[in-house]
């Protein structure tokens, strides 16, 4: 069964500490590997799409990176206003109607 | 330059009633995805339409969950005899029909539906 598993659950860090999140994946056949923020109370919002292994995109302070069993979100100097749960979600080349989405990582960053 | 809209954003129904959220999706994206997602869980496939078209519920309930994408307005997601654990938020996603490299999908804020 295709998993998408996010570590760790949740992580605090101070602002300026960077750090990275985990997706690692077992979906067979990637189409894309999607990272998206959600602050609470809202929907989610896209972030970055990755499509093939050694891919790396970035946006201000979070680059995303692709192998082919995972991927990670590396978080430069964050700000408190960088905490939020961040999600990935991938999409099979065998069912290309489904987003299959991790748990996430709740990001808490202290000032 | 509207984004996904849902409406309502809150939903309070007692049990065995029905709920119907709507969702209109972003101009130009034919694609709608419909998610539930319980407190602290990630999203779950719910069902994904075209208009006119039911192309895959196969994350949908067998029972009392039908979804619909007319040809004119939003496409409603229904819930028939709410009980409690259909309390959730549930999200509305929309893609545009383009080739797999648009294959983004944009997120309305979601209804959060309490049962009572």
């Known amino acids: 069964e295709d998993q998408v598993t996010q570590s760790p659950e949740a992580l605090r860090l101070q602002e300026g500490e960077s750090s990275s999140l985990n997706c690692s994946y077992t979906?067979?056949?990637?189409?894309?590997l999607f990272w998206y923020r959600q602050d609470p109370g809202k929907g989610p919002e896209f972030l970055f799409t990755l499509y093939s292994a050694g891919e790396e995109k970035e946006k201000e302070r979070l680059k995303a990176t692709l192998t082919k069993k995972e991927s990670f979100l590396h978080i430069t100097a964050p700000k408190p206003e960088d905490s939020a749960t961040y999600l990935c979600?991938?999409?099979?080349?065998?069912?290309?109607?489904?987003?299959?989405f991790g748990s996430g990582t709740k990001l808490n960053v202290k000032p | 330059n509207a984004g996904v809209m849902q409406n309502p954003r809150h939903l309070v129904r007692r049990r065995g009633q029905e709920a119907r959220l709507r969702c209109s999706p972003m101009?130009?994206?034919?694609?709608v995805y419909w998610y539930r997602q319980l407190p602290e869980e990630g999203l779950k496939f719910m069902v994904y339409?075209?208009?006119?078209?039911?192309?895959?519920e196969s994350g949908m309930p067998k029972e009392r969950f039908s979804a619909e994408f007319p040809k004119e307005g939003p496409s409603i997601l229904r819930i028939q005899q709410v009980v409690r654990g259909d309390s959730a938020a549930y999200f509305c996603?929309?893609?545009?029909?383009?080739?797999?490299?648009?294959?983004?999908?944009?997120f309305g804020p979601g209804t959060r539906l309490t049962v009572l």
């Open positions: 996603a929309s893609s545009p029909p383009t080739g797999f490299e648009d294959n983004e999908q944009f």
């Open positions: 339409l075209q208009k006119e078209n039911i192309i895959d």
């Open positions: 101009k130009g994206h034919s694609h």
């Open positions: 979600a991938v999409h099979a080349s065998y069912n290309f109607n489904k987003f299959y």
């Open positions: 979906v067979s056949g990637l189409r894309g």
